[in-house]
């Protein structure tokens, strides 16, 4: 009975400090897209090139870094999650052991679930900074175009 109540106390831990992680990835998520929109007013209040530039790099690291942190937390958490399968193993806990295998799979499809949301987050991004280039390139084009016609015009 103790041995089946350790167990099931270590799994509740487990459970609790999957959770927290979790939430704590969506916060950084929140932290990263606020920080994200920042840069997007920076860009556009930017007038030089090379700030721009770096700023577009940063926006290109930032979600890669978090998808970084992502696999880093989630191998830790399913090193734990076999470390407590091989406790429940000792212990000849069948049923637990079937429920750490699914706590497994469960966390390996949020895992995939993220590394997704990150790589469409990734694509809007790259997206947004093709919409800028083109706004750039056609704001240019029309400055030139405009000092053409004034040349022209006054002959």
């Known amino acids: 009975m103790l041995k089946s109540d350790t167990s099931l106390m270590l799994l509740m831990m ?12 969506l916060l950084l998520m929140l932290l990263l897209l606020l920080l994200l929109l920042l840069l997007l007013l920076m860009l556009l209040l930017l007038r030089t090139l090379t700030m721009m530039i770096m700023l577009i790099l940063l926006m290109l690291m930032m979600p890669i870094l978090l ?5 880093m937390m989630t191998t830790m958490m399913m090193l734990m999650l076999l470390l407590m399968m091989m406790l429940t193993l000792m212990l000849m806990r069948l049923q637990l052991l079937l429920m750490m ?15 997704m949301m990150m790589m469409l987050l990734m694509l809007l991004l790259l997206l947004l900074l093709l919409l800028l280039l ?10 030139l175009i405009l000092r053409a016609s004034l040349i022209f015009s006054w002959g």
């Open 14 to 25: 487990l459970m609790l400090m999957m959770l927290m992680m979790m939430m704590l990835l």
């Open 67 to 71: 998808l970084m942190m992502l696999i």
């Open 101 to 115: 295998l699914l706590m497994l799979m469960m966390i390996m499809m949020v895992t995939m679930m993220m590394i």
């Open 134 to 143: 083109l706004l750039m390139i056609t704001k240019m084009m029309l400055i």
